[in-house]
T-cell receptor, first 113, second 115 residues
Framework: AQTVTQSQPEMSVQEAETVTLSCTYD???????LFWYKQPPSRQMILVIR??????QNATENRFSVNFQKAAKSFSLKISDSQLGDAAMYFC??????????FGKGITLSVRP | KAGVTQTPRYLIKTRGQQVTLSCSPI?????VSWYQQTPGQGLQFLFE???????NKGNFPGRFSGRQFSNSRSEMNVSTLELGDSALYLC??????????????FGPGTRLTVT
């Protein structure tokens, strides 16, 4: 069975600052992929970033980057230069041999102007 | 390309009724997955269809069923609705990037309220 844990239910960041969202996971599969999804108040789930477990290099997409620690089964998301539009619920997710996603409970990020 | 579309966006039903939700994936995507999102349980996988066949299934009762058509459009059906079925139902269109590498793109969801 796969599990994804996001222990922080809420976080807040000042506009233009950097924030890190934490995620830990567990899986028995050797090949797996990790994702961060963003769900703004409009409810459309958006893929933010993907990390292949076999890659040592951390994924980066513009202001979004991850810190993937495979041995610790940790997968955190760093948002740099936070913007008001970054306010949303963020979900960490894991998939293995099939395309079924296992999600964490999510974290609500608020951005203070 | 057009994104994932789901219809209807909002639905109110009464206990005991049945409901059908529809999802059209991104053009060229052959796999569709369904998820249920509730405040208490979070996001839970319902099932996945690929080429008109159910490929994966989550831990939901048999009241939840689905199907996929030859044009990849998918429908999800819930029979004998219960209050606990009130949720946001999300459909995801899956792109197979490489062997075993998938990315899922979500639709806006259907908000089902059971009274």
């Amino acid at each position: 069975a796969q599990t994804v844990t996001q222990s922080q239910p809420e976080m807040s960041v000042q506009e233009a600052e950097t924030v890190t969202l934490s995620c830990t996971y567990d899986t028995s599969e050797s090949d797996y992929y990790l994702f961060w999804y963003k769900q703004p108040p409009s409810r459309q789930m958006i893929l933010v970033i993907r990390q292949e477990a076999y890659k040592q290099q951390n994924a980066t997409e513009n202001r979004f980057s991850v810190n993937f620690q495979k041995a610790a089964k940790s997968f955190s998301l760093k948002i740099s230069d936070s913007q008001l539009g970054d306010a949303a619920m963020y979900f960490c997710a894991l998939t293995g041999a099939n395309s079924k996603l296992t999600f964490g409970k999510g974290i609500t990020l608020s951005v203070r102007p | 390309k057009a994104g994932v579309t789901q219809t209807p966006r909002y639905l109110i039903k009464t206990r005991g009724q049945q409901v059908t939700l529809s999802c059209s994936p991104i053009s060229g995507h052959r796999s569709v997955s369904w998820y249920q999102q509730t405040p208490g349980q979070g996001l839970q996988f319902l099932f996945e269809y690929f080429s008109e066949t159910q490929r994966n299934k989550g831990n939901f009762p048999g009241r939840f069923s689905g199907r996929q058509f030859s044009n990849s459009r998918s429908e999800m059906n819930v029979s004998t609705l219960e209050l606990g079925d009130s949720a946001l139902y999300l459909c995801a269109s899956t792109q197979n990037l490489l062997a075993g590498v998938y990315e899922q793109y979500f639709g806006p969801g259907t908000r089902l309220t059971v009274t």
